[in-house]
């Protein structure tokens, strides 16, 4: 839309002469050519001329002299800045073919398009090629900043469905392996699907150099800090950087999980500044939270409802327009807060309802009771209470997330005791699991520097299956067996490649291997693999007192029990 208009702005009782010349001269100030807007004092549009009016008026016979008032057309083609493109689109259609039915113009064809607020005063022309371009959403270029888990999925399943995908990513190391094929992390489908489209509907690149893209979607990490605090800094270099290269029309949606206000409050100002456009008016911003689950992302992107919430309700429909492309069903929200709220309680939520089955898991071993089991019969037929099972907790995501739900309040002075509790109670599972490893190694003489430690499952979670060791409780368990003096420590995970067990400093092996002579054997993720282990024989491979610790009850103690030496564990579990 162009907004030099001053020019071509024309007082009713200007003569045809007078708006001759303003037209002839629009050209050298920038403004649309072949055209003049007759306004009142308010800038209330009236009607409009252009050059084919006026020489038909003169080959009519009609004085220059007169007032332009007495050929304007009346009813032009305009539409209101607020309304959607889509609408945009209906408004004008209806327009022309009354024009039509009216015989003012004798084809379905239209050029310029004035553009009003809400007054019908005019804000600037557009060309209808350009509301046409915007209208299909297929044709706008995809800006994606951030290439981890949450943009990388999206990515290839924009491409995939006929978008031109553009993503930035700053690691050399991550980029290089995309333009492969290769993707940097395991995802089912993901790898088929980013050799089906990159260097065809997306490519990646290291920096962001035009602004060719219409939507820029924002997926940087946002992490906690050791104090628990959020470092919003990618989110805020990202903004400025999109701000540089933002222009009329664009769409910019923040993805990463936030404190309540940082769109507001943060990315806004950053992208008005760098622009000098105004949000909600000159471009549009929405808060759109990613809440796939991983090992299942590129299904539930398009399976899941999706958040949208935005700056104003334009924003809203921009970004709604987008993701109906992707998504079956669209939640619109009433603000940017409400979005970003929702993306907090999903996952502090869950981490809640973990701590609960994991605080049972204490309570109960008082009692020299089983809290899995408790739970499985608690909940066997019996519909209101949906617990889930004790397990470690772990994940880029619920590690995190908390911890920026609590700190949304506490500018408010207001402390989130249930989910900071919550958070504490799975932190100190893993010094529950020490303590079993410090009192068996007790019991039965085990030294720290000679005995083996065999550790399955490397990733945070087994069940989807992902290779995301990011916040794994297993590097914070290697940790403490390091710092506690254990040696030979020996691991093994079905997706975690060999090279990423080892850069936590312990040495992989294949199940077998790790089963071998083993001192303590533990299992700290739920993948779908394990059920399928002959677990027996296994075991037999051990031939010496070993603690085997079920982190996920995974296993029958009965059965575990029957092998000779073995000390069986789980959470909430004591041997009997």
């Known amino acids: 839309m162009n907004k030099n208009i001053e020019e071509i702005l024309v007082n009713p009782n200007f003569t045809i002469k007078e708006v001759m010349q303003k037209i002839n001269q629009a050209s050298t100030s920038g403004a649309p050519s072949g055209i003049a807007l007759i306004v009142n004092d308010e800038k209330v549009l009236l009607g409009i001329v252009t050059e084919g009016d006026i020489r038909r008026a003169i080959i009519k016979g009609i004085n220059i002299d007169q007032k332009v008032s007495n050929i304007m057309i009346k009813e032009p083609i305009m539409v209101q800045e607020s309304i959607s493109i889509k609408t945009m689109l209906k408004v004008i259609n209806k327009q022309v073919s009354n024009a039509i039915a009216k015989k003012r113009i004798m084809e379905h064809k239209v050029d310029k398009v004035i553009i009003v607020d809400q007054e019908n005063r005019v804000v600037g022309i557009s060309h209808f090629y350009e509301?046409?371009?915007?209208?299909?959403?297929?044709?706008?270029?995809?800006?994606?900043?951030?290439?981890?888990?949450?943009?990388?999925?999206?990515?290839?399943?924009?491409?995939?469905i006929g978008f031109t995908v553009n993503g930035i990513?700053?690691?050399?190391?991550?980029?290089h392996s995309i333009k492969k094929g290769d993707p940097h992390f395991h995802e089912k489908n993901l790898d088929y699907l980013l050799k089906r489209n990159i260097n065809k509907s997306l490519f990646v690149n290291k920096e962001l150099t035009s602004n060719d893209n219409d939507i820029y979607i924002i997926s940087v990490g946002t992490p906690v800090e050791s104090n628990h605090l959020v470092n919003l800094d990618s989110v805020k270099n990202v903004s400025s950087m999109v701000g540089k290269f933002l222009k009329e029309g664009d769409l910019v949606i923040l993805r990463s999980t936030v404190p309540v206000g940082t769109c507001r409050n943060v990315a806004l100002p950053l992208l008005e500044k760098e622009s000098s456009l105004i949000g909600g008016e000159d471009f549009y911003l929405a808060f759109a939270p990613e809440r796939t689950v991983e090992g299942k992302a590129l299904e539930e992107l398009k399976t899941l409802p999706q958040i949208i919430g935005g700056f104003t309700k334009r924003c809203v429909d921009e970004a709604s327009n987008f993701f109906r492309n992707l998504a079956p069903h669209i939640i619109a929200v009433d603000s940017l807060e409400d979005a970003e709220m929702i993306k907090l309680i999903n996952n502090s939520f869950r981490d809640v309802s973990f701590a609960f089955a994991n605080e049972l898991v204490f309570i109960c071993d008082k009692f020299n009771l089983s809290a899995a089991k408790i739970i499985k019969a608690a909940t066997e037929g019996y519909p209101r209470n949906k617990m889930a099972l004790p397990g470690f907790v772990g994940g880029y995501c619920l590690k995190k997330d908390p911890y920026i739900y609590a700190n949304s309040a506490s500018k408010y002075d207001f402390v989130s005791k249930l989910v900071l509790y919550a958070r504490e109670i799975n932190e100190n599972l893993l010094d529950y699991v020490m303590n079993k490893i410090q009192e068996f190694s007790s019991n039965y003489k085990k030294d720290k520097a000679s005995s083996k430690i065999f550790i399955i499952g490397f990733a945070y979670k087994g069940v989807p299956e992902t290779s995301d060791m990011r916040h794994s409780p297993t590097l914070d368990l290697i940790k403490l067996l390091k710092d506690s003096s254990w040696k030979k420590i020996f691991g093994y995970d079905p997706v975690v490649k060999k090279e990423d067990v080892e850069s936590t400093g312990v040495k992989w092996c294949s199940l077998e291997e790790g089963f071998t002579?083993?001192?303590l054997v533990l299992i700290m993720n739920n993948h779908t693999q394990y059920s399928?282990?002959?677990i027996v024989s296994l075991l037999n491979l051990i031939k010496k007192k070993c603690l085997f610790f079920d982190g996920w009850s995974l296993f029958e103690p009965k059965e575990i029990l029957k092998v000779k030496g073995i000390i069986y564990q789980s959470l909430g579990y004591k041997n009997s």
């Open 169 to 175: 990513e700053n690691d050399d190391a991550t980029v």
């Open 517 to 519: 002579d083993a001192d």
């Open 131 to 160: 509301i046409w371009r915007k209208s299909d959403i297929k044709l706008k270029n995809i800006c994606i900043i951030g290439m981890g888990f949450v943009g990388l999925t999206l990515a290839v399943s924009l491409s995939d």
């Open 532 to 534: 399928e282990l002959d």
